[in-house]
């Protein structure tokens, strides 16, 4: 019999070495189709954490929706009437990710976050709302920004 504990330690050990690996030094700046493609796996993966507590309390869950899906664009639903999109916007003096979260009555844009990477100058967590632009936030890392991507629709928090 396979102990898949076992093997999910060891490929967890794995990974971690390759990130360590391949962290940068503070003050650099990250490639945005790679802190991108990161923020998407890290989204799959609180996808399936979300979606087994879920599960568990007879609630919609999230799943990935690949029809309007492209390389700068990571789509997933929230039950049969909740459509997130997650966009890379690569801007030479700010890039960021912007979430679009659209449903009901009318399909259109219900609220959006954005999450600026890259900036001149280290800035801490924060968050901030703009008109007509959602809450901007600044300063987290790939994971991070997936958890609050996921967390933020899950709460109800997504404006």
């Known amino acids: 019999m396979v102990d898949y504990a076992k093997l999910a330690e060891k490929a967890k ?10 962290s940068k030094p503070e003050g650099k700046e990250h490639n945005p189709i790679v802190f991108f493609d990161r923020v998407k796996s890290h989204l799959v993966a609180e996808m399936h954490k979300a979606n087994t507590e879920l599960s568990k309390r007879s609630v919609a869950t999230l799943d990935r929706s690949f029809s309007p899906s492209f390389s700068g664009r990571f789509c997933f639903t ?10 890379l916007d690569v801007r030479p003096s700010q890039p960021r ?3 679009i979260i659209s449903g009901p009555p009318t399909g259109g844009e219900i609220g959006r976050r954005e999450y ?4 001149r100058t280290p800035e801490p967590e924060s968050f901030r709302t703009e008109e007509g632009a959602g809450v901007i936030v600044t300063g ?3 994971e991070d920004t997936a958890i609050d991507i ?3 629709i899950l709460s109800g928090e997504f404006s």
Request: proline fraction near 3%; charged fraction near 10%; include cysteine.
């Open 97 to 99: 990710i912007r979430a």
């Open 116 to 119: 600026v990477f890259n900036q």
């Open 78 to 87: 929230f039950g049969t009437s909740l459509l997130c999109s997650v966009e």
């Open 150 to 152: 996921i967390s933020s």
């Open 140 to 142: 987290l890392n790939p």
């Open 13 to 22: 050990a794995l990974q971690d070495a390759a990130n360590s690996v391949h």
